[in-house]
């Protein structure tokens, strides 16, 4: 099933470079696009998870650097039965944390700063077993390929808005060009790109709540730890986050009004606590 996601995914992503790179230079644009999405399919799949972590300044931490955080991810992994993840903090005060890595063998799970200070240790538990629950459902690999080509997208979309304004790409003769469609192409490209994040990482967070309970053993640790994190999240967002990582992450990082909420690459907080509760009281 997840090869079928990424699959998905890749060839969603891949037309639209594709697209966008016809739009601002037409067939030779497309053809550079097509060049470029094959080289950041390679990339992305081999060094993406490197890249979100060096972007994020994190730093990779030993059980002699870490004894305590290191030895709670020891034994979540152990209660998961799977391989022990690269241990990394991230040098910022905005409480969250991420999970990537290819596979289960070459994982690495991070939490900062701030998440580490305001959680109680069974709470940092919850969070750390919801991470490795990404790891374990295998889904790192979509998101940061995710990540990877949205934040292209963006930067391509960008380019095109400049390159239609002041007459770059095609010409009006071309079939399908023009600036109204390229302008258009600008502002759709982005947004079907963050429409791809939210399908896959609204239905995945819901997943890695109820492994990541069953990991940890305990549903309601886990959902306290989210209700702390709604609150702090809005006072301390993450100031490194970027829109096309943030779906990366157990709480957005970002803050903003109704707009952005109705956009936002997470569920319902509400529903993701009310569900957890309510795994307190069956048998899981």
């Known amino acids: 099933m997840n090869l079928i996601k990424i699959t998905f995914l890749l060839t969603c992503l891949t037309l639209l470079l594709v697209a966008m790179g016809s739009a601002i230079g037409g067939q030779s644009g497309m053809l550079i696009a097509f060049a470029i999405a094959c080289g950041m399919n390679f990339f992305s799949y081999w060094y993406s998870d490197k890249i979100i972590l060096k972007m994020y300044k994190a730093r990779e931490v030993s059980e002699t650097e870490s004894p305590a955080f290191y030895g709670m991810v020891r034994r979540l ?29 070459n994982a690495a799970v991070a939490a900062t700063e701030g998440l580490m200070r305001i959680l109680s240790a069974e709470e940092l538990e919850g969070v750390m077993a919801h991470e490795l629950a990404h790891v374990q459902n295998r ?62 990482s609204r239905s995945r967070e819901y997943l890695a709540d109820a492994s990541g309970a069953k990991i940890c053993r305990n549903p309601v640790a886990l959902a306290n730890a989210l209700r702390k994190l709604q609150q702090a999240s809005t006072r301390m967002p993450m ?46």
């Open 77 to 105: 992994a152990g209660q998961a039965n799977m391989p022990m993840p690269k241990v990394y903090i991230i040098p910022s005060e905005g409480p969250n944390a991420f999970a990537t890595g290819r596979n289960p063998q």
């Open 139 to 200: 889904d790192t690999l979509i998101s940061t390929i995710a990540a990877t080509f949205a934040g292209a997208i963006s930067m391509l979309g960008s380019m095109l808005q400049w390159a239609a304004i002041f007459g770059a790409g095609r010409s009006e003769d071309e079939e399908g060009g023009g600036l109204a469609g390229s302008l258009a192409l600008a502002f759709i490209a982005p947004m079907a790109a963050m429409l791809i994040q939210m399908a896959i």
């Open 239 to 284: 100031r490194e986050a970027t829109p096309a990582t943030s779906h990366l992450f157990i709480v957005n990082p970002l803050t903003g009004g109704s707009l952005l909420k109705l956009f936002s690459t997470h569920p319902p907080m509400e529903e993701r606590i009310a569900r957890l509760e309510a795994m307190a009281f069956s048998r899981w």
